[in-house]
């Protein structure tokens, strides 16, 4: 089991960067597949991005791609996702997740996850 902590969003401009973070706990952290989720007012939570147990294999929805990294560090239990020339559409809570399955795809076993980030683009 891992419980999951958020931080680091808030309101930006159109353009601006952030970095969110991901603090785990727990000892099979290594394990898991690590993925970044989002929610719009309104609308159904997304993928975002994910990375593998080992943090070789990363993954990317469309719409982020070539703007947003994700990258992981296991020996501190945090996963952090960059995000660059954010757009007001990027606004949504943002929700790290875990996937058993250690693959960090968007089809993952995403069992547990954070209370979520408010990120805020504004134009």
């Known amino acids: 089991q891992v419980q999951l902590v958020e931080s680091g969003g808030r309101l930006v401009q159109a353009g601006d960067s952030l970095r969110l973070s991901c603090a785990a706990s727990g000892r099979t952290f290594s394990s898991y597949g690590m993925g970044w989720f989002h929610q719009a007012p309104g609308k159904e939570r997304e993928f975002v991005s994910g990375?593998?147990?080992?943090?070789?294999?990363?993954y990317y929805a469309d719409s982020v791609k070539g703007r947003f990294t994700i990258s992981r560090d296991n020996t501190k239990h945090m996963v952090y996702l960059q995000m660059n020339s954010l757009k007001p559409e990027d606004t949504a809570v943002y929700y790290c997740?875990?996937?058993?399955?250690?693959?960090?795809?968007?089809?993952?076993?995403?069992?547990?996850w954070g209370q979520g980030t408010q990120v805020t683009v504004s134009s």
């Open positions: 990375i593998s147990n080992s943090g070789i294999r990363t």
């Open positions: 997740a875990a996937d058993a399955y250690g693959s960090g795809a968007a089809g993952g076993s995403y069992d547990w």
